[in-house]
Nanobody, 116 residues
Framework: QVQLVESGGGLVQAGGSLRLSCAASGSRFSGNKMGWYRQAPGKQRELVSTISSGGMTNYADSVKGRFTISRDNAKNTVYLQMDNLKSEDTAVYYC??????????WGRGTQVTVSS
């Protein structure tokens, strides 16, 4: 069982920055693939970014060049640095974990609101 707790969301003006954090517990963090997803009102949950156990990263086209995912295995934490935020980035952001055994876990989410 993996527990994920997100933090760092909030209200920011367009063009601003936020850094989301996701603290994980309950499993060997370094072996897990971690990711961030988001869900805007009335829309389906969508992939934002992932980072593999080896540090390989993947980004949605809509956030490339603006968001950066990273992980600190010593702190069991994954981060999402979000720069040059746009109103369309407004959503609930969810932390995601995929274990080597392909079990999937989700955090409860953190709200990000970008005002234009």
């Amino acid at each position: 069982q993996v527990q994920l707790v997100e933090s760092g969301g909030g209200l920011v003006q367009a063009g601003g920055s936020l850094r989301l954090s996701c603290a994980a517990s309950g499993s060997r963090f370094s072996g897990n693939k971690m990711g961030w997803y988001r869900q805007a009102p009335g829309k389906q949950r969508e992939l934002v970014s992932t980072i593999s156990s080896g540090g390989m990263t993947n980004y949605a086209d809509s956030v490339k060049g603006r968001f950066t995912i990273s992980r600190d295995n010593a702190k069991n934490t994954v981060y999402l640095q979000m720069d040059n935020l746009k109103s369309e980035d407004t959503a609930v952001y969810y932390c995601n974990c995929e274990t080597p055994g392909r079990f999937i876990y989700w955090g409860r989410g953190t709200q990000v609101t970008v005002s234009s």
